[in-house]
């Protein structure tokens, strides 16, 4: 019997399963729905991956890799919650927390000399960084903010910081040298299986890549980022921020981006303290030090050291930050930069909040200032300075009356720049890179230099043609229009744009405002339209995809949280993702000291009604369907109520608000006339919730103020993490 899958993840949105999950198994159970859970967590994922080293009682089964084969079959129905792409270092503290708790997996090896320990790092690469969503998203995406939340926005605005025209806030990117300078594509004629090679200056070559398989019709390109453009760019850079007054923020993407972008990051760090690397360089690599993990990782590691040594270079390092430009701040209480940690700083969410907050950042002194957000690589970096643009020349967006951007996104197959990981190269000597087919021709070669960052990407046809049939069944339905955000001058896009002229022509297009403009113009467009209060499908690619689709809702509704955002699968099943943003670790933290937990299901809510449609039509249940047209009507009644959770402890929380939402389900189940038996089974419950609600709410309150213990954080003990979040007595034996 087919089922709806719901996934375990981590930190805040594992936290808010463990009391919503219960609410929804009891509300399917009767219309015959199987909820069944799949655990992705990141401790799952390193516990599957290591049997070997596991007793039989400890070994876990792949759910991952299940999944990922689920994604591709047309059964498929996966309610699909955020989940930590782990950095380094949160790798290591879950290897650690696992090891502690008797699960004898290996430790993760800084500098594996042996086999085995290459073996060992290999495993755990797969984990790190942006691990879960390539192998689910067999489909692109299709994010946007339903009516009913917008309409509370519009009600409830969100805090928004005023622009001022004289904000020396700016994004510096590159001009020449990176990524986007260096794009050389082409569309393959036929399938064939290419080799990556690498010749050096004396003519010795390496294979960087052998045997990839392409299909027909993919588009691959090829670029470098030159090393030495990069450093002279943030030398620059950094110096002119601090010449300027402004604070010195870094965005990056290093988890989805999880070859190229600690390199760079790295790079950064070492120009930011490039003083203190001449003169101790020699030192920091004896013991170890890897800032491409961030310079958290040198702090760490210099307790390796003797302490007249420590003491030496901490003051080398102060005199690096008192010379050097002020560091935009992600936590001033404890002295957290954003040099730090790559995950600290992910540029979806952080040039939002930017963007959101005056275009400012948090100093050392916990107070806001300007900032010079640097993007080094031009790809994309002209979205941002387009909407810092306009937000100086027209003052903050204005929630109460902006309009709405949809996204319909390129995704599926691991398209483009977020799926170039095993194709992404530190290149070794300086030499020449090629692209060679099968029958040994050329199809792309860039000249390189020692340190340069060469990468490949693919596109394949197949996901193209899914993603603009999307476009133009979104556009249709919502009479909305759509601008493709491609620029005809980059290599790539330049592709990608025949492709959409041809596969457009399969449609019937009549009526609809489809366009294609740069991301610069399309940002334009865009922001002229929604000041003005009218909507605009963004139609972009994977990294577009994910930038726009935190930067629209921020702006819009506050959060990405709030964003239904489905993934119709290729082979017709459907991911139902839960909102566009992450796991909000912040949140965990405000759970664990004052037991309060500030994150908002909304998504969740929005992803099962979705969900329960889909699994209605293709299991021909009605009652599911009844199930999902109620779910969304309590949706819409939590956000007239305004029953979402609050920021502060002793007010309603997560918990209070799933409270809400089964109740408002269970009165929708009740009124509704089209089911009798789910009207019956309804009816007592939706009376027994309301005439409970103070109690209940009592209940929930009461716990509220003091510290918890979830007996771990990666691997939370499964008895108090239910306690913790399932608290309400009364509640609890209404539902059972
Ligand atoms: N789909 C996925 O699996 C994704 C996973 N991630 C992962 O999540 C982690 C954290 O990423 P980060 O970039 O900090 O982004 P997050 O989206 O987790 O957090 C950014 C901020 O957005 C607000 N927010 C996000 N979700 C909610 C919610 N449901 N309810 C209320 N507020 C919310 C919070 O603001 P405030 O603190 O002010 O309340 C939060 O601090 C990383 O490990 C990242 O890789 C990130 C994106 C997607
Ligand atoms: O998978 C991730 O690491 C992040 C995903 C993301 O940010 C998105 O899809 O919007
Ligand atoms: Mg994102």
Known sequence: MSKIIYTKTDEAPALATRSFLPIVQNFVKSAGINIETKDI??????????????????????????????????????????NVSASLTQLKAAIAELQSKGFAIPSYVDEPKTDAEKEINARYDKIKGSAVNPVLREGNSDRRAPKAVKNYAKNNPHSMGAWSSDSKTHVATMEAGDFAHNEKSVTLPEATSVTIEHTDANGNKTILKDKLNLLKGEIIDATVLSKKALITFFETEFADAKANGVLLSLHMKATMMKVSDPIIFGHAVRVYLKDVFAKYGKTFEEIGVDVNNGYGNLVE??????????????????????????????????????????????????????????????????????????????????????????????????????????????????????????????????????????????????????????????????????????????????????????????AHDAELIKKVNTYLKDHDTTGLDLRILSPIDATLFTCERLKDGKDTISVSGNVLRDYLTDLFPILEVGTSAKMLSIVPLMNGGGLFETGAGGSAPKHVQQLLEENHLRWDSLGEFLALAVSLEHFSLANSNPKASILGKTLDDATDKLLENRKGPSRKSGELDNRGSHFYLAMYWAQELANQNEDEALKAEFAPIAKQLSDNESVILKELIDIQGSPVDLGGYYEPNEDLINQAMRPSKTFNSILN
Not at 67 to 76: I, M, R
Not at 309 to 315: N, R, T
Not at 434 to 441: C, E, M, N, P, Y
Request: charged share 25%; hydrophobic share 45%.
């Open 301 to 490: 590691n210099l307790k390796e050291l003797p302490e007249a040594k420590q003491i030496e270079i901490k003051a080398a390092i102060d005199a690096a930050f008192e010379n050097g430009a002020d560091l935009a701040m992600v936590n001033s209480d404890k002295g957290i930069t954003n040099l730090h940690v790559p995950s600290d700083v992910i540029i979806d969410a952080s040039m939002p909040a930017m963007i959101r907050t005056s275009g400012q950042m948090w100093n050392a002194e916990g107070k806001l200032q300007d900032t010079k957000a640097v993007i080094p690589d031009s790809s994309y970096a002209g979205i941002y300075t387009a909407t810092i643009d306009f937000c100086k020349k027209h003052g903050a967006f204005d929630p109460t009356t902006m309009g709405t951007v949809p996204n319909v996104g390129l995704m599926a197959q691991k398209a483009e720049e977020y799926g170039s990981h095993d194709k992404t190269f530190e290149i070794a000597s300086n030499g020449v890179v090629k692209v060679i087919d099968a029958s040994g021709a050329t199809l792309l070669e860039h000249n390189v230099e020692a340190g340069d960052i060469w990468r490949m990407c693919q596109a394949k046809d197949a996901p193209i043609q899914d993603w603009v049939k999307l476009a133009v069944t979104r556009a249709r339905a919502s009479e909305t229009p759509a601008v493709f955000w491609l620029d005809e001058n980059r």
């Open 41 to 82: 967590s990141l401790a799952a994922r390193i516990l599957a991956v290591f049997p070997d080293f596991l007793n039989e009682d400890q070994k876990v089964s792949d759910d991952l890799a299940f999944l990922g084969e689920l994604a591709k079959k047309p059964e498929a129905n996966i309610i699909k919650l955020p």
